[in-house]
């Protein structure tokens, strides 16, 4: 995926990929500018410097996967640049906290890698490589900060949310090859096409997945936002049982992951390659926008959290968490078991366990004491904690946005879609990512987005 993919974007002149590696060691080394995305060596840039010899920058504006350079912390830069894929073989053994965190949020959640001291380049991030010393460490150039202090009125801000919309996604239509859009039928993903209706004079190519269980299948609604716009839609069923997909993804994942929706992903891209080459997604509107139903709940917990001191929280929840029976059979009232344990935590760590796969006591019951020692203490809620602190929001909303752009929008969402569509010479671009959209919404009092 990339959130900066034509030239009114991304200013800089984009180089011979070739020029990359050179063939012959030169006496002045050129630094090396790459985006976070796999078209990391069609975008980079090349700048000749007497003394560095690699920038290495993850140009994703946080909003793309953390680029996946793999490089031992003591790893030295030679005369003709990192071998990196001899220093990921030289250091091979496995990192216990990377299948922990999987287990726990179903995604990447870090900069760790599967192997022992290999590191990830986060996005919105540079790395400066020097020859002949150790690799230093990532600095930050970008970061999102909710400030929420707009004054703008409701209705004012519809429309230049629309305006802003609109030119993101004009921008993400130029291309020379044919272009569409997948189509789910919520709301993110037929703004998107609507608005591509709007700015096309020809039918927008449309791909959709049903599912062949009842329960589970939502093609009709796509199929009436494609019937509204006119599109060329195209549909393909994916089977319950369609389990032979499970060892392609593991290959083409290559590292723990867990999200049951990548095998209607690599389907629906896919399907989408059949038709098109560049391919406009809705992904990121509800982190954007405070779409997911679990802010409203969180919410409604803060409140809670506010009402009662933490002396009196802690204890009381923490009982009736531990003793209170996990009923998923039983009507949605009487499911109380995560509330009261949520209700026990403070607000990050009452997130982490809201969108964790594998809670605390499921853990203790499942890990061998001899992973239990691999793992030396270590526990994923760290990584959100240190997200928090760099949140810089005392918003409970903000808060959250933050953690999951941080987080699950980078390790499990966008992971998942830029996976499956290279896997298929798929460009996916995503619009409601685009970072001045956001810088934008940031700016906007939560109020405005979930009340």
């Known amino acids: 995926m990339n959130t900066t993919d034509n030239p009114q974007h991304n200013s800089p002149a984009r180089p011979d990929p070739a020029r990359l590696v050179p063939d012959e060691p030169r006496e002045r080394p050129e630094p090396v500018e790459v985006t976070s995305t796999p078209e990391a060596v069609r975008a980079a840039q090349v700048a000749r410097d007497d003394k560095q010899h690699a920038i290495v920058r993850g140009r994703g504006v946080e909003w793309v996967r953390p680029t996946d350079l793999m490089v031992s912390r003591s790893a030295r830069v030679a005369g003709r640049g990192i071998d990196f894929q001899a220093e990921l073989a030289?250091?091979?053994?496995?990192?216990?906290?990377?299948?922990?965190?999987?287990?726990?949020?179903?995604?990447?959640?870090?900069?760790?890698f599967v192997s022992e001291r290999a590191r990830k380049l986060p996005p919105a991030h540079t790395l400066l490589l020097r020859r002949g010393q150790l690799v230093g460490e990532p600095k930050a150039y970008w970061d999102v900060r909710f400030t929420l202090d707009n004054p703008i009125g409701v209705e004012d801000a519809c429309t230049v949310l629309d305006e802003k919309l609109r030119e993101s996604i004009r921008l993400r239509m130029i291309a020379e090859v044919p272009l569409?859009?997948?189509?789910?039928?919520?709301?993110?993903?037929?703004?998107?096409?609507?608005?591509?209706?709007?700015?096309?004079?020809?039918?927008?190519s449309t791909c959709s997945i049903a599912f062949d269980d009842p329960a589970f299948n939502e093609?009709?609604?796509?199929?009436?936002?494609?019937?509204?716009?006119?599109?060329?839609?195209?549909?393909?069923?994916?089977?319950?049982?369609?389990?032979?997909?499970?060892?392609?993804?593991?290959?083409?994942?290559?590292?723990?992951?867990?999200?049951?929706?990548?095998?209607?992903?690599?389907?629906?891209?896919?399907?989408?390659?059949?038709?098109?080459?560049?391919?406009?997604?809705?992904?990121?509107?509800?982190?954007?926008?405070?779409?997911?139903?679990?802010?409203?709940?969180?919410?409604?917990e803060e409140k809670m959290r506010a009402a009662l001191p933490q002396g009196l929280r802690q204890p009381l929840f923490g009982l009736l968490g531990r003793v209170y029976p996990k009923a998923d059979w039983?009507?949605?009232?009487?499911?109380?078991?995560?509330?009261?344990?949520?209700?026990?935590?403070?607000?990050?760590?009452?997130?982490?366990?809201?969108?964790?796969?594998?809670?605390?006591?499921?853990?203790?019951?499942?890990?061998?004491?001899?992973?239990?020692?691999?793992?030396?203490?270590?526990?994923?809620?760290?990584?959100?904690?240190?997200?928090?602190?760099?949140?810089?929001?005392?918003?409970?909303?903000?808060?959250?946005?933050?953690?999951?752009?941080?987080?699950?929008?980078?390790?499990?969402?966008?992971?998942k879609v830029d996976r499956a569509a290279m896997a298929h010479s798929l460009e996916v671009r995503e619009p409601l990512m685009d970072h001045e959209l956001v810088e934008w919404l940031v700016t906007l009092p939560s109020s405005l987005k979930v009340k």
């Open 330 to 415: 039983a009507p949605r009232v009487f499911r109380a078991k995560s509330t009261f344990q949520a209700m026990a935590r403070n607000s990050v760590e009452a997130y982490f366990h809201s969108v964790s796969i594998l809670r605390d006591d499921m853990r203790r019951s499942l890990f061998s004491a001899s992973f239990r020692r691999e793992l030396a203490g270590y526990n994923a809620v760290e990584v959100f904690r240190r997200h928090g602190e760099a949140a810089q929001t005392d918003d409970p909303l903000a808060l959250i946005q933050y953690l999951d752009i941080k987080t699950y929008l980078v390790g499990d969402i966008n992971t």
């Open 180 to 204: 569409g859009a997948f189509l789910s039928g919520g709301v993110d993903s037929s703004a998107v096409v609507a608005t591509m209706a709007g700015l096309s004079g020809d039918p927008v």
């Open 219 to 300: 093609s009709a609604f796509a199929q009436m936002v494609a019937d509204r716009y006119k599109t060329r839609h195209f549909v393909e069923t994916v089977k319950s049982d369609d389990f032979d997909l499970i060892d392609t993804l593991a290959a083409l994942y290559d590292e723990p992951y867990a999200d049951s929706s990548a095998i209607p992903t690599y389907r629906v891209c896919q399907l989408a390659r059949k038709h098109v080459t560049v391919a406009l997604s809705g992904d990121g509107g509800d982190e954007n926008l405070g779409g997911y139903r679990r802010y409203r709940m969180h919410l409604m």
């Open 90 to 112: 030289r250091r091979s053994r496995r990192v216990p906290g990377q299948a922990y965190r999987a287990a726990r949020t179903g995604a990447r959640t870090g900069v760790r």
